[in-house]
């Protein structure tokens, strides 16, 4: 039974303290979805005397309310747990946030395919790739598999390897901060196709090379038509 019912609370709920005093808990708290776990939350308070986790709930206009719950047991003199405190921060905004970027992050996946458009980052101090699916695609390389800048070379034809590592030793060794190379890759098919790469150097204070980001362009076509 709810015993106390702050102005945030209400304003979370859409339901003022009259309302709310003398209600049940679990029925007024918790979301359908949420019911189930009511048990272990009350076994980890009567237990630990704490529990904190996430939970769904729904405010006084049924929409779907996403909460940060913190709760402690409250005890009389002879320690004896006697009730339950808990605090509210509603995460709905920030799992909003989420779920717009996810949204934006498979958008921008889809036009990239479209695109053969393909994006990474090169950490040229630890050898690691970060990659974007349709870049590993365009390779032929196995999506989400940690990569280095050889497993590019590797996937480039012996007759262009020497060019993409040579633009490379240029960036490192202080050459422009930007440049573009074509070098050609087997296809799933077998068939040669030709990549376009355009890069940019980011250095420490001391003018090391650290990082190199770019995107890649499957221009097969483009080649073909002008050839």
Not at 29 to 47: K, N, W
Not at 147 to 159: C, G, I, N, Q
Not at 184 to 208: F, S, T
Request: glycine share 10%; with cysteine; net charge negative.
């Amino acid at each position: 039974v709810i015993c106390g019912w702050n102005d945030a609370a209400g304003e979370l709920y859409g339901r003022d303290e009259a309302e709310m005093l003398g209600s049940s808990a679990t029925s007024v708290v918790l979301a359908p979805a949420d019911e189930a776990i009511v048990a272990p939350i009350v076994r980890g308070l009567l237990e630990l005397g704490r529990w904190r986790g996430e939970l769904e709930v729904r405010d006084a206009i049924d929409l779907p309310l996403r909460l940060d719950v913190r709760a402690r047991a409250v005890h009389d003199s002879a320690g004896e747990a006697v009730g339950f405190e808990a605090l509210f921060v509603d995460l709905s905004k920030r799992v909003e946030a989420q779920q717009r970027a996810s949204e934006l992050d498979s958008r921008l996946a889809l036009a990239h395919r479209i695109a053969s458009l393909g994006s990474w980052l090169w950490d040229a101090v630890e050898d690691r790739l970060i990659a974007s699916d349709s870049f590993t695609d365009l390779l032929g390389l196995e999506s989400g598999a940690e990569l280095t800048m050889a497993d590019v070379l590797r996937a480039t034809t012996p007759e262009d390897r020497t060019v993409v590592q040579s633009a490379l030793d240029e960036l490192r060794f202080g050459g422009p901060e930007a440049f573009a190379v074509k070098y050609r890759v087997r296809g799933a098919d077998g068939g040669l196709r030709w990549l376009e790469a355009h890069c940019g150097a980011v250095r420490d204070g001391d003018g090391v090379l650290i990082r190199v980001w770019g995107t890649t362009q499957d221009v097969t076509e483009r080649i073909r038509a002008r050839d």
